[in-house]
Nanobody, 120 residues
Framework: QVQLVESGGGLVQPGGSLRLACAAS????????MGWYRQAPGKQREWVAD???????TYADSVKGRFTISRDNAKNTVYLQMNNLKPEDTAVYYC??????????????WGQGTQVTVSS
C-alpha cells in the first residue's frame, strides 16, 4: 500500500508565504511525475503545477512566478513553495504522484488535502 501525507497548510495574510510538503510511504519501486492541485469552495479541482523525475516543471498561469514546485527523490517528497499569496489562492491543496509499486505497475495516488486560507 502507498500513502501520501501532506503538511504545511494554514492561514496566511495576503502577500505572505507558505510551503507545502507531501511525502509518499509504503511499497514504492519508483516515483515519476509529482504534482499539486487545488479545489476552492464551489469550484472544480484544478491543476497547479507538476514536476517530472528529471525535475522539469510546469505551472498554471495563475501561479506562475509566485509558486515553485520541487522534489526530493531520496525522500519521495514533493514541495510547493507559495509566495505572494492572494485571497484567490484559498483552497484545499492536494498532491498527486505517479508511483510504480513494482516494475509492471503504475498508479496515480492522491494526498488527503491540506487547507490553505489567505485572508487578512
Amino acid at each position: 500500500q502507498v500513502q501520501l501525507v501532506e503538511s504545511g497548510g494554514g492561514l496566511v495574510q495576503p502577500g505572505g508565504s507558505l510551503r507545502l510538503a507531501c511525502a509518499a510511504s509504503g511499497t514504492i519501486f519508483n516515483v515519476y511525475t509529482m504534482g499539486w492541485y487545488r479545489q476552492a469552495p464551489g469550484k472544480q479541482r484544478e491543476w497547479v503545477a507538476d514536476i517530472t523525475r528529471s525535475t522539469s516543471t510546469t505551472y498554471a498561469d495563475s501561479v506562475k512566478g509566485r509558486f515553485t514546485i520541487s522534489r526530493d527523490n531520496a525522500k519521495n517528497t514533493v514541495y510547493l513553495q507559495m509566495n505572494n499569496l492572494k485571497p484567490e489562492d484559498t483552497a484545499v491543496y492536494y498532491c498527486s504522484m505517479a508511483i510504480a509499486t513494482n516494475i509492471a505497475s503504475l498508479t496515480d495516488y492522491w494526498g488527503q488535502g491540506t487547507q490553505v486560507t489567505v485572508s487578512s
